[in-house]
């Protein structure tokens, strides 16, 4: 566990002395993934909305017949 450990430390001081636009360039490619990954996620909440209303259920209760974190 100590090489993982000192592999992400090395990795890590590594990031920071990264040229700023590599590290601009990172910020865009998380950003965009992050994007990306709401835009998903609000794809998937029409869904189980669709879903919920053709049950003529709650959302809440489709969270759980499809065994979904319910946390939001």
């Given at each position: 566990m100590k090489s993982s450990k000192g592999k992400a430390r090395r990795k890590a001081k590594k990031q920071i002395n990264l040229p700023d636009s590599t590290k601009v360039a990172q910020l865009k490619h998380i950003m965009k993934l992050m994007h990306e990954y709401n835009n998903l996620k609000d794809?998937?909440?029409?869904?189980?909305?669709?879903?919920?209303?053709?049950?003529?259920?709650?959302i809440r209760s489709t969270h759980e017949m499809y065994d979904l974190p319910n946390n939001e």
């Open positions: 794809a998937t909440q029409l869904v189980i909305g669709a879903l919920a209303a053709m049950k003529n259920v709650s």
